[in-house]
């Protein structure tokens, strides 16, 4: 198994299925009128999603193919503490849906904010305005870029594509959509795709349940299986970590708040979404208790995707791959509008054709998206591994934006050269981590390494430095401060 690709047979039944379910996709969208205005409609639904709107959201976009099939692997690898990914991205949801999506819906309104730089540059300043523009383009290119990896190991699976047909092919599935309908389509899909995750999950659990044996066999589970620290407590607070800072700074969910009604419906959706993450995953977590029982390794996350496959029967390899597709989908369409904004809003909009016309913005956004596609499909190919890309994404955005944003609502004293400051330091840090291998000589992850800078940059700096009358009244508006301006 370890030494040969396991191609296994498609039934006629699963390719019906299979064909059944993109058919669906194209009839969805096929009676959506859609004739985008201006900007606001594309990225952010013209600021009228209801609270369901959004949990659905929130949730297929949370749902990817770490949380499903890395999940499966990871429960083989480690038994169920391995469910701890899933819980950090439902925590992550509720303490954002507490603690910022009130705020940030409630700003954006009064400041006619569209995209996550948006709301950096009217809190700080310029500088940290294109300094999270890239930090946020790489980030999604590599969520999008782990995406495409998920798609490629179902489509591979199937045995209709090679590795790279399948890259091309589950890159163009989601790229057209996206790039043409916005936010706008990915909210009507996405409401098949949670009912197909859903239904899908059901299905399996009952087939790993009561036809594969494993409702009989959990009690007798191979050691350290129901362990809920087996993970290693480092790779437990480390994923805790980076995943609920990514939750809390993640521009994707600031743009959806943003694309909110109004903040009632922004925190109660949230919620909701919190409660749909662990629904959707419920499933993986089983069937990766049966891998973890019944197949002996060490294997690869595709080898045990490959064994699991040629154990199912026809009509239930068809479910799991449309489920698999459907969570895979709903997560790297919302990353590549996610980065298509980056590139034609905070960047072309705002620095190259600042008086851009909305037919050319659009233009510019159906482009950025088809060209971000291309970029993440590139590096799909060559980096063909979900969880090192996605784990980078959450890194790179845990260390250098978690401080300089949440202080952005929380921090009265934070300025903008605290903030740039302290994401230069901590991309600095990063850097010379990698770069000198200080990971392993120092046995501190980089992570808690550009941190640790962050924090001590951007306070050390606001507490040392006079606070001016302009930083005051931004203040004002996101702290929730009152009173008059004294520099003390």
């Given amino acids: 198994m370890t030494e040969d690709k396991v191609v296994p047979a498609m039934s006629t039944v699963d390719i019906l299925i299979i064909i059944g379910f993109i058919m669906t996709i194209v009839i969805t969208l096929y009676k959506v009128k859609l004739k985008h205005v201006s900007i606001n409609e594309y990225y952010i639904y013209g600021r009228k999603l209801s609270s369901f709107n959004l949990a659905v959201l929130w949730a297929v976009a949370w749902v990817g193919g770490a949380s499903t099939l890395g999940l499966v692997a990871n429960v083989y690898h480690h038994g169920v503490s391995a469910f701890w990914y899933v819980f950090a991205v439902a925590f992550g949801t509720l303490l954002f849906a507490l603690l910022l999506a009130p705020r940030i819906r409630k700003v954006g309104d009064k400041l006619n904010q569209v995209t996550f730089a948006d709301i950096i540059e009217d809190r700080y300043d310029v500088r940290c305005r294109i300094l999270v523009t890239v930090i946020n383009l790489l980030t999604f290119i590599l969520y999008t870029a782990s995406q495409i990896v998920a798609i490629s190991y179902v489509l591979e699976l199937t045995g209709l594509f090679s590795l790279p047909g399948a ?3 589950g890159t163009l599935l989601f790229a057209l959509y996206t790039a043409r309908g916005g936010l706008t389509y990915i909210l009507r899909v996405a409401y098949l795709f949670a009912l197909v995750i859903i239904s899908g999950g059901l299905i399996l659990t009952l087939y790993s349940t009561q036809f594969m044996g494993l409702k009989d066999s959990l009690m007798s589970m191979p050691g350290g299986s129901w362990d809920m620290f087996g993970w290693g407590w480092h790779n437990i607070v480390l994923t805790l970590v980076a995943i609920t800072c990514t939750c809390l700074t993640s521009s994707d969910g600031y743009m959806r708040c943003l694309a909110s009604r109004d903040e009632r419906s922004t925190k109660s959706g949230l919620l909701l979404a919190s409660f749909l993450i662990i629904v959707m995953t419920a499933a993986f977590l089983l069937i990766g208790l049966y891998t973890r029982l019944h197949f002996t390794g060490p294997l690869t996350n595709y080898e045990i995707l490959g064994l699991l496959w040629l154990e199912m029967p026809h009509a239930i390899k068809g479910v799991l791959v449309v489920t698999i597709l459907a969570v895979i ?55 063909n591994d979900i969880f090192i890309i996605i784990m980078w994404a959450f890194k790179i955005t845990t260390i250098s934006l978690t401080v300089p944003v949440l202080g952005a609502y929380f921090w009265p004293r934070g300025q903008a050269n605290s903030a740039f400051y302290s994401m230069v330091a901590s991309l600095t840090i990063t850097g010379i981590w990698i770069a000198f291998k200080l990971n392993q000589i120092t046995g501190i992850d980089v992570m808690w390494a550009g941190l640790s800078i962050s924090m001590m940059v951007f306070f ?17 508006a996101y702290c929730r401060i009152k009173g008059k301006f004294a520099n003390k």
């Fill in 329 to 383: 989908l709903s997560t790297a369409d919302i990353s590549l509008m996610v980065a298509a904004a980056n590139m034609s809003k905070d960047i072309y909009n705002r620095f190259i054709h600042v008086r851009a016309s909305q037919e050319v913005l659009l233009k510019a956004s159906y482009l950025s998206a088809a060209f971000i596609a291309v970029l993440a499909g590139i590096i799909a190919l060559v980096i």
């Fill in 460 to 476: 050390a700096h606001s507490l040392l430095v006079k606070q001016d009358e302009e930083c005051f009244r931004k203040s004002q």
């Fill in 167 to 169: 890259i091309i092919a």
